[in-house]
T-cell receptor
Framework: DADVTQTPRNRITKTGKRIMLECSQT?????MYWYRQDPGLGLQLIYY???????NKGEISDGYSVSRQAQAKFSLSLESAIPNQTALYFC??????????FGPGTRLTVT | QKEVEQDPGPLSVPEGAIVSLNCTYS??????FMWYRQYSRKGPELLMY????GNKEDGRFTAQVDKSSKYISLFIRDSQPSDSATYLC????????????FGTGTKLQVIP
């Protein structure tokens, strides 16, 4: 089984809808992250969490919120989706050296 | 100017060739350097992790860091069609959690 899992893998939604992307990990890491990836822009950090009580904004947090339900679970929400949030979203965890382990991604399309 | 620059490619090589993938960076404080491989529709997978300058080898892969030139490279020997993917460089100022800055990736195609 994969160490970092994401659900759903694909989602098409309409402008204005609320969407939640879920992430679970079995690596036992405290640190978890949400990134979005756009062609030509690389990976951009949305939010990160050092532990259940510590959540921090990344570079592009506007329009997003997160919830760390447990050490192993970190969810990303789009409260009111807009078309420019169409992207590939990745959850990741990191070990002690800072190396990152990514989930398989969620392809989100907002129409 | 981006902190990390990476040629997007695509780079096409014949099977068996030596591949050289490169990144340049502007922040001289970067000390930890990583290479990730990303297959189409998959998440990035950590390939190499190095600290400071020097070389690190793992099988057919060699990572090289030249901090004086702010330049890092990933060499792939005896390239295989299965190496066809996008390769992302990444770097951070220190280990643990610090912000990791990613390159935009170079798409590699190894032709049988």
């Amino acid at each position: 089984d994969a160490d970092v899992t994401q659900t759903p893998r694909n989602r098409i939604t309409k402008t204005g809808k609320r969407i939640m992307l879920e992430c679970s990990q079995t690596k036992g890491h405290d640190r978890m992250y949400w990134y979005r990836q756009d062609p030509g822009l690389g990976l951009q950090l949305i939010y990160y969490s050092f532990d259940v009580k510590d959540i921090n904004k990344g570079e592009i947090s506007d329009g997003y919120s997160v919830s760390r339900q447990a050490q192993a679970k970190f969810s990303l929400s789009l409260e009111s989706a807009i078309p420019n949030q169409t992207a590939l979203y990745f959850c990741a965890t990191s070990g002690e050296r800072g190396e990152q382990y990514f989930g398989p991604g969620t392809r989100l399309t907002v129409t | 100017q981006k902190e990390v620059e990476q040629d997007p490619g695509p780079l096409s090589v014949p099977e068996g060739a030596i591949v050289s993938l490169n990144c340049t960076y502007s922040n001289s404080a970067f000390q930890y350097f990583m290479w990730y491989r990303q297959y189409s529709r998959k998440g990035p997978e950590l390939l190499m992790y190095t600290y400071s300058s020097g070389n690190k080898e793992d099988g057919r892969f060699t990572a090289q860091v030249d901090k004086s030139s702010k330049y890092i490279s990933l060499f792939i020997r005896d390239s295989q069609p299965s190496d066809s993917a996008t390769y992302l460089c990444a770097m951070s100022v220190s280990g643990g959690y610090q912000k990791v800055t990613f390159g935009t990736g170079t798409k590699l195609q190894v032709i049988p």
